[in-house]
């Protein structure tokens, strides 16, 4: 598996200390308010795992799963729910959890989608943010880190559904998805 990354982009080190700060951060933030923390599937993962263990006050949590790319490696741009929340947003402060924006049309569609059903606040808080990618004009409230508009694996971010496993973020080489 390693034997198809070109790069190591950032380190299982740095994603944990980014991932520690922003613990502090959100913990601060929502002391005292309950929020209802929605990881995006699947990418979102190993991320939801780490970042939920750094916030230190009441959280309540719940998964939706939202697919725009499929196998492909350009979004459709078509989102579609695969599966719903479990939990009600009405009234509560939704913080919604990604690895990674890149068109900006999942997470688009998911904060309208919230505020339609009557959501107190809704805030994004994404590991990777590409802003070369986007097609829509979203900026996310919290990003860990800003990456280059090449193919990230690791953490979460998969290709075909393989390397979420890497606990670090990585460059595919291209020959693995030239074929
Ligand atoms: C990826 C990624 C984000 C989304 C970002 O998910 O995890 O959710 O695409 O792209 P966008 O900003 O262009 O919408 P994907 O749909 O591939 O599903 P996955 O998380 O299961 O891999
Ligand atoms: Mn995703
Ligand atoms: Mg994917």
């Known amino acids: 598996m390693r034997d198809d990354i070109q790069s190591v982009l950032i380190s299982e080190e740095e994603i944990q200390e980014k991932v520690a700060e922003l613990g502090r951060q959100l913990t601060e933030e929502y ?3 309950f929020p209802l ?16 263990k750094k916030i230190d006050t009441h959280v309540e949590l719940d998964l939706m799963d939202v697919s ?8 459709s741009g078509e989102v ?3 599966k719903d929340l479990n939990t009600s947003v009405e009234g509560r402060d939704v913080l919604i959890l990604e690895d990674i924006i890149d ?3 999942t997470l ?4 309208e989608l919230f505020k339609y059903r ?5 805030k994004i808080v994404t590991l990777l943010d590409k802003p070369e990618g986007r097609k829509v004009d979203l900026v996310p409230d919290v990003a860990g880190f800003s990456v280059p508009d090449e193919f990230v694996v690791g953490y979460g971010l998969d290709y075909a559904e393989r390397y979420r496993n890497l606990p670090f973020i990585g460059i595919l080489k291209p ?3 030239q074929g």
């Open 31 to 33: 002391e005292g308010r």
């Open 80 to 82: 579609k729910i695969v």
């Open 68 to 75: 725009s790319y499929g196998n492909e490696m350009v979004s």
């Open 175 to 177: 020959e693995i998805y």
């Open 108 to 111: 688009s569609y998911l904060v």
């Open 118 to 122: 009557k959501a107190k606040t809704v």
């Open 37 to 52: 923390v929605v990881g995006v599937l699947k990418g979102s993962l190993p991320f939801m795992g780490d970042l939920i």
């Open 103 to 105: 068109s900006g049309l």
